[in-house]
């Protein structure tokens, strides 16, 4: 078979992968990923393993050779990132053009949940949770990852001004700040995002032309089995819920944003929970994948407080009162089923920015206090329309079925093979 590579930093994001697998096997191609995991977030992984369908090598596995020699000894009709920020991405990505070897940008979640428009502060920054990650990967960036970059700026003859742009994001990455527009090194030929609502950030950020940008569908509505008999289920409410309340995070401590780490990311919980049950509701936790190594969960279990996990969550969902969320794409979720949003407004989140998507959906409200939960659910409940919500939810819920977004990446990856 000929074969199509998938870059990425670590096997953490091998599900985004491994959905794919079969959908280029119907075409003749077989999908592999490369990892660099070894570098640094991944170290204990195999040389080579399978993970569900997808075959999955970590960069050890070739025994020192450059990404360029990596590029020539795949010979790869395409390389698809979940990601190309990261300075082993664009080297990588710069070679793969160097060679001819078209590239496909894939957004792994809808990006306009958070406040990416331009001049906007997605997160308030943390400092001291910033600087212990900054000095943790410091040594990997000194000794790996930015002598691989400029050893490809070398090699492909890169002139000035791609060397600038280095230095530039050097200096960002080092003062944790996000410049709106990404290097030339982080564009790839065609690009894929989950709804139309992202269209213009991949064109305006990352440079790809809007005519390249495929809309493809949202993932999570298959992953997380909402059907789309499930859309709009709660826009009328008929029947008594219990009084729980989910919340769904973001794992910001993963980031260095907002909380300063897991004790003051639990006070942050544990203050909710407590805010929440003195009025009478329950709170149900919906943690992100990334908390797989920050200790959340077995600390939440240990105060008693109760977590979602991914195969209940539709059906927790629909028993439910409502959401309290960050700006995390699995809000999204409770929203396509017309469930109140409470965006979280209150606390060490006081003052955050949410993303046009969930700002403009009619059913979201800014949660500023937690004792005012009751009357905001009720002011939702007698003001809101339902055609309106309707038109947010048919605007926003992307390409259906979900299920067919496997073959839409394809089939955009395809074309820019074949062309």
């Known amino acids: 078979m000929k074969r199509i590579i998938g870059f990425d930093s670590w096997t953490r994001g091998s599900h985004h992968f491994a959905r794919l697998v ?10 592999l990923l490369i990892h660099i995991g070894s570098w640094g977030h991944d170290k204990d992984r195999a040389e080579e393993e399978i993970l569900g369908d ?10 020192g050779m450059s990404f360029k020699d990596i590029l020539l000894r795949e010979n790869p009709a395409a390389v698809i990132y979940l990601s190309t920020r990261a300075f082993a991405h664009q080297s990588f990505n710069r070679y793969a053009h160097s060679l001819g070897i078209p590239t496909c940008h894939l957004y792994h979640g809808l990006v306009n949940v958070q406040a990416v428009e331009a001049g906007d502060l ?7 949770s910033q600087s212990r990650i900054i000095f943790d990967r410091f040594l990997k960036n ?7 970059y400029a050893k490809s700026l070398v090699c492909t003859k890169a002139g000035l001004k791609h060397w600038l742009w280095f230095f530039k994001e050097i200096m960002h990455k080092a003062t944790a700040t996000v410049y709106d527009q990404a290097p030339p090194d982080c564009t790839t030929t065609t690009g894929c995002v989950y709804t139309q609502a992202d269209v ?8 790809v032309p809007q005519e390249m940008v495929q809309v493809v569908g949202n993932p999570d509505l298959a992953a997380f089995q909402l059907k789309e008999n499930h859309l709009g289920c709660r826009i009328n409410e008929q029947q008594v819920r219990k009084n729980e309340i989910i919340y769904i995070d973001t794992a910001l401590i993963e980031a260095g944003v907002v909380f300063g780490g897991r004790d003051d990311f ?3 919980l544990l203050d909710t929970h407590e805010r929440l049950r003195e009025h009478g509701y329950s709170l149900i936790l919906k943690l992100h994948p990334g908390h797989f190594r920050t200790g959340v969960a077995d600390d939440a279990r240990k105060h008693g407080l109760e977590i979602c996990e991914k ?13 309290i969320v960050e700006s995390s794409t699995a809000a999204m979720i409770p929203a396509l089923m017309g469930m109140p949003l409470l965006l979280a407004n209150y606390g060490k989140l006081q003052g955050q920015a949410y993303g046009k998507v969930l700002t403009t959906y009619p059913k979201a409200r800014h949660l500023k206090d937690l ?3 009751q009357n905001i659910l009720s002011e939702i409940e007698t003001s809101t329309q339902a055609q309106e919500v309707w038109d947010w939810i048919r605007e926003n819920s992307g390409p259906l079925p979900a299920e067919d977004m496997p073959d839409r990446v394809a089939e955009a990856v395809m074309q820019v093979i074949r062309n």
């Open 266 to 268: 639990m006070k942050h």
């Open 200 to 207: 213009r950030h991949m064109v305006r950020v990352y440079g």
């Open 142 to 148: 000194a000794t790996i990852l930015l002598p691989s």
């Open 311 to 323: 195969e209940d969550f539709v059906d927790r969902l629909n028993k439910a009162s409502a959401v």
């Open 22 to 31: 079969q959908a280029f096997r119907k075409r003749g191609f077989e999908l």
């Open 54 to 63: 997808l075959l999955v090598r970590d960069i050890r596995y070739y025994r």
């Open 371 to 373: 004792k005012q939960v």
């Open 122 to 128: 997605a997160y308030k920054m943390n400092w001291v």
